[in-house]
C-alpha cells in the first residue's frame, strides 16, 4: 500500500462547530494525511490529538506568538517541527487565512491551496481586515491555486482580481453514510434554521415567513440552531411574532443531524448584507439534501448551484418573506411533493456531493499543484521577504498613528 503524503491544512483557528466542511474534507482523503495548524484553538470540532499544532498559547505570550507568525513568519522552531513531517503541500481555507499561511509555504518550500469560502471575496474593502487587504496582491501572486467553492464565488473572486487561471470550482462533499434518510411520516411539522445568527443568514426573514406560516397551520414550529451577535434581537423578534418557536444556540453535529431527520423543511434564506457578504454555497444545503430534507430559501448568492429550484426545494426571490412563506406552507402540507422533493435531493446529493467522489476530485488537483510545482525551480527570493517585510512595517506604522490620534 502506497503510503499517505503529509498536508498542512492552515486555518487561524482550530476549528469552530460549524466547520465541519473542513474537518469532513481533510479526514476523507486517502491519499493525503492532514496535519492541522492553527494560530489559536476554538471550542468546537474536536481534532486528532497528535495531528494539531496550535501557534499561540493563552495570555500575552500566546499574543505576541501569534502576531510574530502573522507580521514576521513562523519561527524556525515550527518550521523544523512541521519539516520532519515533510508535508506535499498547504491548503488554507478563507482568503485572510491564506495570507497568513504564504510565509510558512515558503519556509517549507511547498505549494499553497486556499479555498475561497464566501466573504473573502464577496464582501466591500471597508469590511475586510486591514492584513488581508494589504497582502491580497501577494496572495493572488505566490498561491498556486484558489479553490472557490462555486461557481458565483469565482466570478466574484475574478472580480476581486484573482487570476482565472489559478482559480477552479470544486464542490465540498457530504458525507452520504452518515446523513440518512427518514420519511415523512417520522417528521415533526418543524422548520428547521441552521446558521450564524448574522444578517448575512436571514433568520429575521424566516421568522417573518412562520408569522405567516403560523397562520394558516397553527402547529408548525420553528427550530434555529446557532448562536451570534444577533440572537438577542432575534428571540424579541420571534416572541412578538410567533406562538411556537425554540432557539437552542450551538449544538453539536450529531444533534443537528438529529433536527434534519425531525423536521420536515430547512428554511436557510440567506441574503445579501449590507457589507456584502454573500452565500457563497453553503453546505447546509448539500446536507440537507443528502437527508432527503427540501430547502426553501432565498435565490441569493450560491444557494442556486447547491438547491435546484422546484426539484429539491423552492428559491424565492430575496427578502420576499411573503412568497417564503408560500413555499413553507407547501412542503409542510403537500405529503406528494415533500416526497418527491426528499427522493430528488437525496438523488442530487449522491450526484453532485458525494464526499468520496468529491474528495477523489480534490486529490487530483493538489497532484496537479505538486506536479506544476516540482517541473519548477522554486527559491525564496530576498525580494519576497522585502516585501512582506515592508507590509509589516507599513502596518505597525498604521497602527501605531490611529494609535495616537
Not at 158 to 168: A, C, D, R
Not at 206 to 223: E, K, T
Request: charged residues 20%.
Amino acid at each position: 500500500m502506497t503510503s499517505r503524503q503529509a498536508l498542512i491544512v492552515y486555518r487561524d483557528e482550530l476549528l469552530g462547530a460549524s466547520e465541519t466542511f473542513v474537518l469532513g474534507q481533510a479526514e476523507s482523503l486517502s491519499s493525503f494525511q492532514p496535519f492541522y495548524v492553527g494560530l489559536r484553538g476554538r471550542s468546537g470540532l474536536s481534532l486528532p490529538e497528535s495531528r494539531f499544532h496550535i501557534v499561540g498559547r493563552d495570555g500575552l505570550i500566546g499574543k505576541l506568538q501569534r502576531a510574530r507568525f502573522k507580521l514576521l513568519g513562523p519561527n524556525p522552531s515550527l518550521v523544523s517541527m512541521l519539516a520532519e513531517k515533510r508535508p506535499a503541500l498547504i491548503h488554507a481555507h478563507f482568503g485572510p487565512d491564506g495570507c497568513n499561511a504564504i510565509a510558512l509555504a515558503h519556509a517549507l518550500r511547498v505549494p499553497l491551496v486556499v479555498t475561497l469560502h464566501g466573504y473573502d471575496v464577496t464582501v466591500d474593502d471597508g469590511h475586510l481586515p486591514r492584513l488581508y487587504i494589504q497582502r491580497r496582491s501577494l496572495l493572488k501572486s505566490h498561491a498556486a491555486k484558489f479553490i472557490c467553492v462555486s461557481d458565483f464565488i469565482r466570478k466574484q473572486a475574478i472580480e476581486k482580481g484573482f487570476p482565472v487561471e489559478k482559480t477552479l470550482v470544486h464542490y465540498t462533499g457530504v458525507d452520504l453514510d452518515t446523513f440518512h434518510v427518514r420519511p415523512m411520516d417520522s417528521r415533526s411539522p418543524a422548520v428547521l434554521f441552521v446558521g450564524r445568527l448574522v444578517p448575512k443568514k436571514g433568520c429575521e426573514y424566516l421568522i417573518r415567513a412562520m408569522a405567516r406560516v403560523q397562520a394558516v397551520i397553527p402547529g408548525a414550529q420553528l427550530i434555529v440552531i446557532g448562536d451570534g451577535p444577533l440572537r438577542s434581537q432575534l428571540e424579541l423578534q420571534a416572541a412578538a411574532a410567533l406562538n411556537n418557536y425554540e432557539f437552542l444556540g450551538e449544538q453539536e453535529p450529531v444533534t443537528v443531524r438529529d433536527w434534519m431527520n425531525r423536521a420536515t423543511v430547512l428554511g436557510a434564506p440567506s441574503v445579501v448584507a449590507e457589507s456584502g457578504d454573500a452565500e457563497g454555497f453553503g453546505m447546509i444545503f448539500a446536507e440537507a439534501q443528502a437527508m432527503g430534507l427540501p430547502v426553501a430559501s432565498f435565490a441569493s448568492g450560491g444557494i442556486p448551484e447547491a438547491v435546484a429550484d422546484g426539484q429539491s426545494g423552492f428559491l424565492v426571490p430575496e427578502r420576499d418573506d411573503q412568497a417564503l412563506a408560500a413555499k413553507l406552507v407547501l412542503l409542510l402540507g403537500d405529503r406528494v411533493l415533500w416526497t418527491k422533493m426528499s427522493e430528488h435531493g437525496r438523488a442530487r446529493a449522491i450526484r453532485l456531493f458525494n464526499i468520496r467522489t468529491q474528495t477523489a476530485i480534490l486529490e487530483n488537483i493538489y497532484e496537479s499543484v505538486l506536479s506544476e510545482w516540482n517541473g519548477k525551480t522554486h527559491v525564496q527570493t530576498y525580494s519576497d521577504r522585502t516585501v512582506v517585510i515592508a507590509q509589516t512595517i507599513k502596518s505597525l506604522c498604521t497602527f501605531a498613528q490611529s494609535r495616537s490620534l
